[in-house]
């Protein structure tokens, strides 16, 4: 049995009625499967077994505490892009020597914050950056071990907003002038270079893009080799992509497979920076329904989940699977989901067959544990939805529902004259 499955009818999450969770909880909810989180993480590590790595997982993808320590726990380490991210991973509990730093736009105070927590390295995007990194360094009389992010220049066949390895995109240093990159910071006595990483985008579902990226790193490293740079760890980054709709994604095991010709027995330490693929399938947005509208032209399922929530489908024109969490029946309307909020962008489904539902009924948004929290907001003072992580036959609040308070507390209010 999955971690999110249908028994009699009714949507269970892990050995709970996700039904009776939010009975207790209220909506809109993140609900998330420890054990999907636990499987996915160990499917990605035992995968690469035929090689020396470590599997950083992407922060950014959901950050939520509680989860960072489960894998933080399992001995994931954790890719971050700012000192917030930094803050979060430290508290969560990964070791500082497994955490690896990238951004196009590390400030100083961030360089600082990861240098004195001596983090593994810092993933370069630039040479200003390079000696800003040099001299944040010297300051504080450290050696700041760095690897370049290299720009393949490869496209990931994947959404434009998510391709990352592109000559046009703002990441990386193009991989032909990356030799000059490395000769200038092995020059460079407060950085001891030790790397290379690269990173092409995010939802990949074919193996070749990743195999054509390691092949470019490759020949790069035979290019240092011959100017006498020998590095350490290759840094493949993240970006497999998961099932939304029809995809058919590779597995790990596929994506060593088709790496394992470059990878298998090679002296590399070799870092993974996976995050979608981690906690993507493990959580799932509960939402209630409102109203059900019917116009001339459509009918809405109206649901109190908004675009604040889960920003995907208007951000990506991602797909994500849409079903009531009671089984209803055959797909008999065909209906737009939309939420509440004051923008035609905010929807979830456009044309979508679903089972005669009414209002009152719950909704269950799958696929939704990466890059749903995260980039969650609180536009149209919406307070952010509460998310709950279940282990079996229990399930634990991990973050409160926001409340008003919650939306002004940072603010003053002033009278000004
Ligand atoms: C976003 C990101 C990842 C994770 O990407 P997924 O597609 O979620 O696996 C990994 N590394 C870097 C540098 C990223 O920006």
Do not use: W
């Amino acid at each position: 049995m999955g971690a999110f499955d249908y028994q009699k009818g009714e949507l269970y999450c892990e050995r709970l009625k996700v039904k009776e969770i939010i009975a207790a909880v209220g909506t809109p909810c993140y609900l998330y499967s420890h054990r999907a989180l636990v499987e996915n993480y160990q499917a990605f590590n035992e995968a690469f077994t035929c090689t020396k790595h470590l599997v950083c997982y992407a922060v950014k993808t959901n950050a939520n505490l509680t989860i960072l320590r489960t894998l933080a726990n399992l001995g994931a380490g954790a890719d971050i892009v700012s000192a917030g991210e930094l803050y979060l991973a430290l508290t969560a509990g990964f070791k500082p020597e497994k955490i690896v730093f990238a951004g196009v736009g590390k400030t100083g105070d961030e360089i600082y914050d990861a240098l004195k927590n001596d983090i593994l390295m810092f993933n370069v995007e630039s040479l200003p950056e390079l000696d800003l990194i040099s001299s944040v360094a010297k300051k504080v009389k450290k050696r700041a071990r760095i690897s370049f992010r290299v720009n393949p220049d490869i496209n990931p066949q994947t959404h434009h907003h998510i391709s990352t390895g592109l000559a046009q995109n703002k990441f990386g240093i193009n991989i032909n002038f990356a030799a000059e990159a490395y000769e200038r910071a092995s020059l460079d006595k407060f950085l001891e270079v030790v790397g290379v990483q690269v990173h092409i985008g995010s939802q990949i579902t074919t193996v070749e893009p990743f195999v054509e990226a390691v092949e470019k790193v490759f020949r790069l490293l035979k290019t240092l080799k011959e100017l006498a740079l020998e590095l350490k760890y290759i840094d493949l980054g993240g970006g497999l992509g998961i099932t939304y709709n029809d995809e058919k994604p590779p597995t790990p095991q596929d994506l060593a497979q088709a790496l394992s010709p470059l990878i298998r027995k090679s002296p590399y330490h070799f870092i993974f920076e996976p995050g979608r693929y981690i906690a993507g399938t493990a959580g799932i947005l509960v939402t209630k329904i409102l109203y059900l509208k019917e116009t001339q032209v459509k009918k809405f399922v109206i649901v109190d989940a908004g675009m604040n929530d889960l920003s995907r489908p208007v951000m990506y024109d991602a797909y994500h699977e849409i079903k009531p969490v009671r089984e209803s029946g055959q797909n008999e309307m065909l209906v737009d989901i939309v939420g509440p909020i004051c923008e035609s962008g905010d929807y979830f489904a456009k044309n979508r067959r679903l089972p005669l539902v009414e209002q009152g009924d719950l909704l269950a948004i799958f696929n939704a544990g990466a890059y749903g929290f995260s980039m969650s907001s609180n536009y149209n003072a919406r307070p952010r939805a509460c998310e709950v992580v279940v282990s079996k036959n229990q399930y634990y609040i991990v973050r409160d529902r926001e409340t008003f308070g919650d939306l002004v507390s940072n603010e003053r209010l002033l009278d000004i004259k």
